[in-house]
């Protein structure tokens, strides 16, 4: 069962926004969720809150820990190994009603991200309203809504964390910098190194933001001309991922060639790689300069490929299937370390980008269009970050972000991207490899009306008998030889695994 936390508001669904939930709850017995490898670099802090549902409490043991690793209540914290190479451990879990077991490989070398992160980033929802509790309760709803327990890891602070040049707001006022230089966080975030201890306490991962150019995007201090105390000061404060956004960095560079469009991200990849502490690097400049071709080259292990989502223009179609379209064409690009990322996931209660003082409402797509959303964004092995409000999640939307097998195929260790298999006015056919020898096929119906997609097995590449799996019902559909043919919704998605 979900576990929703007293913060929690949990909502009934809306007239408008009434559809199936078709997600089981899950099992009581225990069920490993979410990646089943991780990479570290050698020497560097450890931490890894094990993805697991089940009727709590649950017992983890643990077999084949490297040295320096340690395992309390669910979560392995410690140092990674100093030598390089595979560390194979045995997990299990196991609660009155069964136990269960998976190998978890921790991967030490010199690539993070073997799998997209996930995690929560407040931008779409908090914008400059965002404070030290923000993010705190967001960690605590984490854990406590169960959305923890499908591998839901990462709880980012967006812009707006530091002070603002001419800002008469006096939370937001102050000196940017001490004078040795370092960035001073506003008074909303009074003890950034508490904050990320608060975080890493639940065993989830901090993350933060900023840019290379004088401002952000919100006009708040960036990171020009300290690149290197900024580098330095978020390790300090104990953070794991940084987005890095271009924003103003257009008045500094000298043209916008290629050398100019690498230039800041190749610096802050080689300040944050001799941190010590793994920081991974999301690059935020809208896929200017093809970015998908050199991101992993200058240090980052994902890239923004479009503009922002939330200000994506509807056309049609919900502006994420524009959006969603754009990025499904890189797929040749993607692999473990190096990910497209086409932005949040924003269902639920989201605030708007075109007015960020309005207050949070239901995001205006169907149950059906949720679907395809999250669909589309698991085949593409996109990063999963939701934007929404974490203190209005409902069961709808927990049906959505949080379903195992879905995620799976999100998360799965050959790191493939879905190819775009057809693509029509009509319909849209995604197909992606996973490492079992499986695939996992998304088809998605773009047009007006309920109707039948069929894949066939040429066009998917495939032969002979294979058992199809309806991943968002969990059931099975039986044997089928010669292609797979699905009733969709008007601009819904449906979801098979042919094994």
Known sequence: MYRIAAVLMVLPLLAQEAGEIRTPKPAVTPRFQGPRLMGVRPGKPFLFRIPCTGEKPLRFTASGLPEGIRLEDGI??????????????????????????????????????????MGWNHWYTHYDRVRDSTIREAAKVMVESGMADFGYAYVSIDDCWMNKPGSEDAELSGPVRDVQGR???????????????????????????????????AKFVGAHGYEEQDARQIAEWGFDLLKYDWCSYGRVAASKELAELKKPYELMGKLLRAQDRDIQMNLCQYGMGDVWKWGAEVGGQSWRTT??????????????????????????????????????????????????????????????????????????????????????????????????????????????????????????????PMEDGSLAVGLFNLGEKTGKIRASWAELGVKGKKKARDLWRQKRLGAVSAGVEMEVSRHGAELIRLH
């Open 307 to 432: 503009g922002d989502l939330g200000l994506e223009k509807d056309t049609r179609l919900p502006g994420f299937f524009s959006i969603g379209l754009r990025n499904a064409k890189l797929w040749e690009y993607a692999g473990p370390g190096k990910w497209n990322d086409p932005d949040y996931i924003l269902i639920g209660w989201v605030g708007s980008a075109r007015d960020q003082r309005a207050e949070p409402r239901r995001a205006a797509l169907t149950a059906d269009e949720q679907y395809a959303y999250m669909s589309m964004w698991a085949l593409m092995a996109s990063p999963l970050f939701y934007s929404g409000m974490m203190s209005r999640l409902d069961e709808f939307t927990l049906n959505v972000l949080c379903n195992g097998e879905v995620i799976d195929v999100n998360q799965d260790t050959l790191g493939r991207q879905a190819r775009v298999v057809r693509l029509t006015e009509a319909e849209l056919v995604l197909a992606k």
């Open 183 to 217: 960035i001073s966080a506003n008074k909303r975030f009074p003890d950034m190194k508490g904050l990320t201890d608060y975080v890493h306490s639940l065993g989830l991962k901090a993350g933060t933001y900023t840019s290379p150019g004088p401002l952000t995007c």
């Open 76 to 117: 392995l914290r410690g140092t990674s190994p100093a030598r390089a190479g595979e560390y194979r451990v045995k997990l299990r879990a196991q609660n009155r009603h069964g136990r269960s077991e998976r190998v978890f490989t921790i991967v030490v070398g010199e690539t993070l991200a073997l799998t997209p992160p």
